[in-house]
């Protein structure tokens, strides 16, 4: 009998506000080692395979400190904590379109990136800050290549301080950016302008974070000969 098997095979929980209650979307969780990871759906929920339930898992989104768990049970809840505000520009530089940079290409990598889809993972550019952003220094939407065989997969736009060296290091931004792939390989932008986000002295990293949920997935079958 196969049903007691299915029963017992996974782990089910949801990821919620700790002050709120109310579910978290889209959080990235993944196993300490980065061996294994998925991601909550819309509506909080996750699901994690039994044979990795003595991992240590960490949950992370923007907007929320990270949290780290060993042994997940259960149905279990996990609560995350909002991470320290950010200080941020006076919204009103959305209205004096000399202060916007436009757009911010992020230019097609044909690098092979299949494992890339296996777990929640960043791709990320550098963008050095240029004399040529000063009088425009704020970023207004950002351009993506998307190759998607699912009709509105998700996937977030994150986007980082720059240290010294280039490398991604305080997150910009106390929410996620969601966006939406069409069907097949095609350019996407994504208007980024109401999260005031400025080219900083070291610049910043913008990726694209990929998201692990079960709508997100592509089924294909094939038949053979035999």
């Known amino acids: 009998c196969l ?10 929980g949801i990821v919620k506000d700790s002050v709120t209650g109310k579910p978290i979307p889209y959080v990235a969780i993944r196993t300490v080692k980065n061996m294994f990871g998925v991601s909550a759906a819309k509506d909080g929920s996750f699901t994690i395979p039994r044979t990795e339930r003595s991992e240590t898992f960490e949950f992370s989104v923007s907007g929320y400190q ?17 991470a320290n505000p950010q200080q941020r520009t006076n919204p009103q530089f959305k209205k004096q379109n ?3 940079t436009g757009e911010i290409p ?9 494992s890339f889809f296996s777990k929640p993972a960043i791709l990320a550019k550098y963008f050095p800050s240029l004399s040529r952003y000063d009088e425009t220094p704020y970023v207004n939407a950002v351009m993506v290549y ?11 736009i994150r986007i ?17 950016i ?6 097949g390989e095609k350019p996407a932008r994504i208007d980024i302008s109401g999260f005031g986000i400025k080219m900083l002295e070291n610049g910043i990293v913008i990726g694209v974070e990929s998201i692990i949920t079960a709508e997100n997935t592509a089924e294909i079958s094939w038949k053979t000969d035999n």
């Open 160 to 176: 980082f301080e720059a240290d010294e060296n280039g490398a991604p290091a305080k997150d910009l931004l106390d929410q996620d």
């Open 146 to 156: 998307v190759l998607s065989k699912v009709q509105g997969a998700t996937y977030k």
């Open 3 to 12: 049903a007691p098997m299915l029963a017992t095979a996974q782990i089910d």
């Open 178 to 183: 969601i966006a939406h792939a069409e069907l």
């Open 106 to 114: 992020v230019e097609y990598d044909q690098t092979q990136t299949s």
């Open 98 to 100: 000399k202060n916007v």
């Open 66 to 82: 990270p949290k780290k768990i060993s042994n997940i049970t259960e149905q279990n809840i996990v609560l995350m904590s909002r």
